[in-house]
């Protein structure tokens, strides 16, 4: 992904609009199956399925997972370019 420092101002940071309003959405999903006590529980309350639900903590926690990868190569690359 972000192999060389050249490649850290293009391909490593992360935009501004980085927070889109679908990762609000899957935040929010997060905190309902958290706040419930599960996928079915926060499905009852939300009014979505639980199916539903899971998809958009899976997401959350690739994006999550992804944005961690990018911020730690980014510090990683400034470390040895310092």
Partial sequence: MCDNPAQLDSMCQIPDNSIAMADLQDIGAFMAVATHGGFRGAARITGTSASQLSEAVRRLAYNMKRMMNILGV???????SA
């Fill in 74 to 80: 980014a510090l990683l690359l400034k470390a040895v």
